[in-house]
């Protein structure tokens, strides 16, 4: 269930950032601290699902860690659990920049562009360091779990997509990411998303 509500607050919190424009780009921070000011209702509804979707995912790690009976191989739980919830938390950092720049957005001014810039630049790459944590759990899991061999080779195929997400920032050099670029890391994590959703349900439905 923890998985299930995960994947369907991430989405959510998706749904409402990308068709705004607040999916906060550092490479253009006045116009990101713009449209966080003039949508404060909205990225704030965004940064809700969003962290209810980390947490989740985090809690969904600690109790796999903690009953590997469930799923897994028991020396391979603790790890696949242990990295789903490092994503989680990860993500919750990730989170914690975003809503540093709602604050930076009432104050806009020069000074305050560049602390935004920073801010988010490094919020960017907790996101990375997530996707990858998550990749890594998604690894794991479909090497440890008792899985159905088309569940398993569809997990491969996400860890794959997902890992390229990840390499995507490492490609711009010091040009940083494009709005395209991100869209595209985003496209790319929707199948390790997916997965784990699927994952969640068939452990719900085996129940």
Aim: aromatic share 4%.
């Amino acid at each position: 269930m923890l998985l299930l509500i995960s994947m369907v607050t991430i989405l959510a919190a998706a749904a409402v950032a990308v068709p705004s424009g607040l999916t906060l780009n550092p490479s253009d921070p006045a116009a990101t601290l713009t449209a966080v000011h003039d949508h404060v209702g909205l990225h704030m509804t965004e940064l809700a699902l969003d962290v209810l979707g980390w947490l989740a995912l985090a809690a969904a790690g600690l109790v796999l860690a903690g009953n590997p009976d469930a799923l897994f191989r028991p020396h391979l739980a603790v790890l696949a659990g242990g990295l789903l919830a490092s994503a989680g938390l990860a993500g919750l950092l990730h989170d914690a920049g975003n809503l540093a720049v709602t604050q930076l957005a009432a104050e806009p001014g020069d000074t305050v562009t560049d602390v935004a810039s920073a801010v988010m630049l490094t919020a960017k790459w907790a996101v990375n360091l997530t996707g990858l944590l998550w990749v890594a759990a998604t690894a794991v899991t479909t090497v440890g779990a008792d899985l159905p061999d088309r569940l398993r080779r569809t997990g491969r195929l996400a860890a794959l997509a997902g890992l390229a997400a990840v390499a995507v920032p490492w490609t711009t050099g010091t040009d940083g990411m494009s709005p395209m670029l991100e869209q595209l890391g985003y496209a790319l994590q929707l199948p390790v998303m997916i997965w784990h959703g699927c994952l969640g349900w068939r452990l719900l439905r085996r129940r």
